[in-house]
């Protein structure tokens, strides 16, 4: 039988849980109720009494319910018992009994949930209602495949309208609980490659899956949006991937300048500390992302500017800026542990960056290029979206996977 494992505050909401788990329960799978609350005394009725107690999610997230209590500090609490759910979960994953994950809350219910999904395989149902999902909910989803639903009225009973809602998401939860246990395994052995790639990058990491996958590799395309960025980070990280052929590091300008499809500092580092093999190429660097035409902060109105499309708004890089670029990229591939090789197209970085378009700016690319000659790597006379720049990327990453790295 599927197993949903309920992740609730049960101080505060141990009527709804009791409700949630009746009906999990009616939809045909087992529950795991799982305490993570420490505001009042925790639950103890026949109703709400949990499966894995608050106090032993404490104990898991290294701390006590007498301590969390004790300091009053509820921020600290609510990091201390998402830790501990987490590793809560790890356990039953590692037991066989987690085929979903449901949680209902506000915030700092939805903050432990999205903690403790948060190092759950991908492809595992992890879904979470809350008043916050109305709202950016990149805090909670982050990397990962969370389902998030707006629970439209505060967690504060079962009424006429969160019966709808909580209804809607026992079914889902037990649905995908049940489809997920029942799911045959579909590996088919071809190693996994994760690719970077943008909209103006696009030709390129075209030509470059279609070798790999030649090469009988399995490719993974990342959307370089921020959360494209992320994803493809917590894979390497996660060690899933035989390769990565970041291709499209453009988040990095949005992290120096200040644009909105950042993907933080951290940004081309996990395939390097992971020791994952790895193919890197200062491709979109030439752009910063903003919104519609008139989010452009105006401390940029006299920067070079390109409507993309009525919702994106790119803007050119300078000189100054490509060379700071191409310093933090030349000193994350020195600390990588393992193969990294950097490969650069000399005839520009991005489809606006090409002769007669409006990104052409020899001088700045020369900046970003010099910064580079930091780390060895390969200097192609090609534009970025030629098939053969493209192409020798992929070649040059299945010798690394392959052996003949370095």
Same mark, same amino acid.
């Given at each position: ?26 939809? +045909? ?12 005394? %925790? ?18 997230? +290294? ?41 209902? +809350? ?52 079962? $009424? ?67 959360? +494209? ?9 996660? %060690? ?48 910063? $992302? ?71 700016? @020899?001088?700045? &690319?020369?900046?970003?290029?010099? @910064? ?8 192609? &006379? ?9 192409? @020798? ?14």
């Amino acid at each position: 039988m599927a197993t949903v494992v309920l992740v609730g505050t049960l101080d505060t909401k141990g009527p709804e849980y009791a409700w949630l788990r009746a009906r999990v329960r009616e939809l +045909g799978c087992d529950v795991v109720l799982v305490d993570v609350g420490v505001g009042v005394s %925790g639950a103890t009725t026949s109703e709400t009494g949990a499966d894995v107690s608050a106090e032993q999610v404490a104990r898991a997230g +290294g701390t006590s319910l007498e301590a969390l209590r004790g300091a009053a500090d509820r921020g600290a609490a609510v990091t201390a018992m998402g830790e501990g759910a987490a590793v809560v979960l790890a356990g039953l994953l590692g037991e066989g009994r987690v085929d979903a994950v449901l949680a209902v +809350g506000g915030s700092g219910g939805s903050s432990i949930a999205a903690r403790a999904v948060r190092d759950l395989p991908i492809g595992l149902p992890k879904v979470i209602v809350s008043t916050m999902a109305a709202g950016d909910v990149a805090p909670y989803v982050g990397a990962r495949d969370v389902t998030m639903t707006y629970s439209v009225v505060d967690i504060a009973g079962v $009424n006429r309208v969160s019966r709808l809602i909580l209804g809607n998401a026992a079914a889902a939860a037990a649905g995908m609980a049940r489809a997920h246990g029942a799911r045959p395994a579909t590996e088919d052995g071809r190693p996994l490659v994760g690719a970077s790639m943008f909209g103006v990058t696009t030709p390129a990491v075209d030509a470059a899956r279609e070798r790999l996958e030649e090469l009988g590799y399995e490719v993974l395309v990342f959307h370089a949006t921020g959360a +494209g960025g992320r994803a493809l980070e917590g894979l390497a990280g996660d %060690g899933l991937l035989a390769g990565v052929l970041d291709l499209t590091t453009t988040e990095l300008a949005d992290d120096l300048v200040g644009g909105v499809l950042s993907a933080g500092p951290d940004r081309l580092t996990a395939a390097g500390r992971r020791g994952v093999p790895q193919v890197v190429a200062p491709g979109a660097l030439d752009m910063v $992302n903003f919104g519609p035409r008139d989010t452009v902060p105006e401390r940029f109105e006299d920067r070079t500017l390109y409507v993309h499309n009525p919702t994106v708004t790119l803007m050119r890089t300078t000189a100054e800026e490509m060379a700071e670029l191409g310093r933090r990229v030349a000193a994350k591939l020195a600390a990588a542990t393992g193969p990294a090789e950097l490969f650069v197209p000399l005839r520009g970085v991005s489809a606006l960056d090409a002769p007669g378009m409006p990104f052409q700016d @020899a001088t700045a &690319d020369a900046a970003c290029f010099e @910064a580079l000659r930091a780390v060895p790597g390969k200097r192609l &006379d090609l534009h970025v979206n030629d098939p053969e720049f493209g192409r @020798a990327m992929a070649a040059r990453l299945h010798e690394m996977i392959s052996g003949g790295a370095r």
